[in-house]
């Protein structure tokens, strides 16, 4: 086992780093300036404001803060003094010494944080399963989604206690220096008092995965102090991503393209296609054509312009425009079709150009195809096998080279977008689609000769053609146990209907 130094334990504050703490003109107030914003802090008295600079010019003890204020000519300094540290405490980097040395710091990730440091037995803590270790520069930290803190080691004590509260304590004696970092980790909410039972006594926690609560804490504002949104943090060092991908080596089949006065006159209005809207599983004997094909693409995913860079008006990258929306006009989704039946197109794995609207041929071989169509097949349930398979990938840098902690997300709110418009289109033109949830980004990249970590994908869709003698009606839905109709669910049959008027009428080219 290894021992820990042990020692007199004591407690040190100061300010983050980049907090600036100065004086603001003749009647003693201070200003205080930080990455969350800008403050004021009243007029103080000098001992008062005397205290406040040594917190800034920390790290030290609150003895060193409070000695003086005891023999302030203003009664009232200490308790306001007090009262000025808990506002701070946001601000505030709170350190474990022992011996004259900082064994760890608790550093704050947003100003409404508060840390009160908690008393542990011997082997009565454990690290909490959300917790984490990672190199921040040439520290150890812990971190976790449920803690608005951050510990950073700064001594190898404190590293051991790290790993030891993650390995139970075996590892480790227990001395005064333990208590004082584990109690720095209670406190934190890094770590747990164990209790009797394992497990997570609440059941929402209980629910969420380290990485999806991660993921939700890291993706949004408020949970930490890391750089955020659009930043553009290589401008200057790194070139952006191009608006379009370079095309794969390959044959190169250009896509027929739709009518758009024709489109108008025969598609159905928009409320019977979102009405109409459903996941469909299931395949008409007769395949999709390639011509309906190149006109779901043209309509979805196609290039209707490039743009930029334009770096006067915020965008010093080049862009584009298509049909569904995206983030700052980045468009980071790829797509690669996998087609087992399409009539007028022989099965093999596709890259879909959008600005020339053609497909490049990435492999015809068997063994990469068959593999994505068997994984589609387990992700909707074992139902079918797609007869085409559409891979979205993302190329990662398109969004990281503008956005900070957001990108990924942002890229997924893509997926969903065009899920969306697939979805709508498809269901336009009578075909049957359907969104899946899952898929394996190594066995895709591997397929269309990707660097995983360059571009990979991110969602899956298949497609086919909805069979003839479908039920106008969602029977999928209205059968399962416990259907309730609301809210006018007779819109989903009478969109329905008209969709496949519509769509006859269109095949046998009379009136709408």
Known sequence: MTMVDA???????????????????SDG?????????TGLLPSTSPALTSALLRLAAGPVSLAELTDPLLESAQPSDLARFHWLLDQLQGLCVRGVWAGGRQLAVAVPLVPRAKLSFAACSERAVRLSRFSYLRRIGDRLAAESPLSLYRVEATSPEAAQVLTGLAAGLDELVWSDVTAGLAGLLVGTGLAELAGEEPGEPDEVLRQWTFHDLLFHSRSRMGRHDDDFGATFPFVGQVEPQPAVRRLP????????????????????PLTAVIEAR?????YDEKPVTVAE????LYRSARVRATMGPDADHGMPYPASDRPYPCGGAGYDLELYLTVRRCDGLAPGIYFYDPLGHQLVLVTGAEPPRQQLLQHAFVACGGATVPDILVTLTARFQRLGWKYRGMAYAATLKHVGVLYQTFYLIATAMGL??????SGDADLAASAF???WARESSVGEFMLGRRPAGAADDPASV??????????????????????KRLAAAKREGGPR
């Open 249 to 268: 080596d390959g044959a190169v089949l250009p896509l027929g393209r739709p009518d758009l006065a024709d489109l108008l006159s025969r598609d159905a």
């Open 278 to 282: 459903r996941s469909v599983r299931s």
């Open 293 to 296: 094909l190149g006109e779901l």
């Open 432 to 437: 049957a689609p359907c969104g899946l949830g």
């Open 29 to 37: 107030s201070l200003r205080i300036t930080h990455r969350f914003g």
């Open 7 to 25: 020692g007199v334990v004591g407690e040190r504050w100061s300010l983050r780093p980049e907090v600036r703490l100065e004086r603001s003109g």
């Open 449 to 451: 000769g990707l660097d």
């Open 478 to 499: 209205s059968s399962v146990a416990g259907y309730r109709p609301a809210n006018d669910p007779q819109w989903v049959g009478d969109g329905a209907r008209l969709i």
